[in-house]
């Protein structure tokens, strides 16, 4: 077994770690042993983490690591892998530096010459993209759209002709908005995924052409976190 495998972490090593988006049981062996074990988590919600670690019957140093203090952070986190310590990085769910914190403590890590370890497992967009029935062969991820439905038309106005799959993140405040966008912008027809809740009890799937999920979600229960997927304009189910 390869160090970058080892279920040991290594001095001066930061350790990428995913974490479940819903149910505890995703948690892959390697991330937990690799929690259990760094010297330090740097975590973006504290009670988070420490509610996880917890549940798992572990207990580490935890760091707060989030998107008001990550510039700062980051290098005080770097400092600390080079003095020898191994830390991980989580997010509260899914995958660290996919729009949450991350990004900038990798970054420190790669100009300093640190060691840099991905501990994969989920991740709440390629979960949706990989169960949605819309094409796979390439598609791209582009997190959180503004919130102002202008700005969001403008983005759908932009890759109306994109070749690939668009997969985005959307509040539940949100969600129902981003498709009436889609529907005034791209038209009906388009085909659509909305993902609500992956892997959590509520788990659903809406797919089909934009203006009938547009229909099935004025008549849903929005509340929880959604992953919004638009397919090339000629694809069809």
């Not at 690799?34 to 010297?39: F, K, N, Q, R």
């Not at 582009?142 to 994109?162: M, N, Y």
């Not at 909305?194 to 799937?205: D, M, R, Y």
Request: net charge neutral; with cysteine.
């Amino acid at each position: 077994m390869s160090e970058n495998t080892s279920l040991t972490p290594l001095p001066g090593h930061l350790y990428v770690v995913a974490t479940p988006i819903g149910n505890l049981a995703d948690l892959t062996d390697r991330a937990r042993a690799i929690l259990g074990s760094v010297d330090l988590v740097a975590c973006e919600d504290t009670r988070t983490t420490g509610a996880l670690l917890n549940r798992l019957g572990l207990k580490r140093e935890l760091f707060p690591y989030h998107e008001h203090n990550e510039s700062e952070a980051a290098v005080r986190l770097a400092e600390r892998l080079a003095a020898g310590l191994s830390v991980a990085v989580v997010s509260d769910a899914g995958t660290p530096a996919l729009s949450d914190p991350g990004f900038r403590i990798v970054r420190e890590c790669r100009r300093r010459g640190l060691p840099v370890v991905p501990v994969p497992g989920p991740c709440a967009h390629t979960a949706a993209l990989s169960a949605s029935g819309l094409p796979t062969n390439g598609f791209l991820f582009v997190g959180f759209l503004p919130p102002k439905s202008a700005a969001r038309r403008h983005f759908f106005e932009q890759h109306r002709d994109f070749r690939y799959t668009l997969v985005l993140y959307e509040s539940c405040h949100r969600i129902a908005k981003a498709v009436d966008d889609i529907v005034a912008v791209l038209g009906g027809r388009r085909v659509v995924c909305v993902a609500k809740e992956i892997s959590k009890l509520h788990e659903t799937f809406w797919v089909g052409p934009a203006a009938e999920v547009q229909s099935r979600l004025q008549h849903a229960s929005l509340k929880g976190e959604f992953v919004l997927l638009v397919a090339p304009g000629d694809f069809q189910l």
